[in-house]
């Protein structure tokens, strides 16, 4: 039979082992062929608690929970992500196009951009004319599953015309704002621009072997 200070050990042994785990980078592509990029370690987002914040101008501020997003209408494409450095993967993504926060959250004449912020601290910011492009989703299923936690859980954005460090996970907030202010990617390093949009050169596709080099145009990747 147990004592008391047993079971106070199995309990926090327990606890311990229910601890959610920090959200780490890997350069080794993951079942999607793609690789893990983080701006800092974080845990997962709970998702029974979290909410979607709409705000800023807007005249309806909401905090939007996870079954509601999926409530909307929502549309599947096959869409290539490219990385900047020089990788990209195509993948099946589901999810739903930013007009329908727009019809939710009513943004005033003034709001002409948004400001995305993550649970990592990482930000990024869109005219709306960005956001209405028509393959621009905002992402909640990753071939045909719920969008795992190391691919930004619950909700993350998804832009094939722009590099993937646009494409931010882990969303939490969405603020109406008069003007966009760049791209916080933009302190990290010279190769980043504000805009993200994927320039000519060239890139490795790793879902078709990653060896080889194709030369591309700029904009979507549709070619391949």
Known sequence: MLNRRSLLALGAASASAQKPKLLLPSDVPDEHHLKLMWYSPVAPIDQKTWRLQLKGLVEKPLALPLPQLRALPQETQSSRMKCVQCWSARATWSGFRFQQLLDLAKPTKRAKAVRVDCADKWYEYFTLTDLLQPNVMFVLDLAGKPLPD????????LDPSRYGYKSAKLITAITFVEEGKGSM????????????????????????????????????????
């Open 185 to 224: 990617a933009c302190d990290i390093g010279p190769y980043y621009s504000p805009d993200g949009r994927i320039l000519a050169g060239y890139d490795t596709p790793l879902d078709l072997g990653g060896k080889t080099k194709r030369k591309i145009k700029g904009g979507e990747i549709t070619d391949y």
């Open 150 to 157: 190391k691919h930004g859980a619950p909700l993350r954005l």
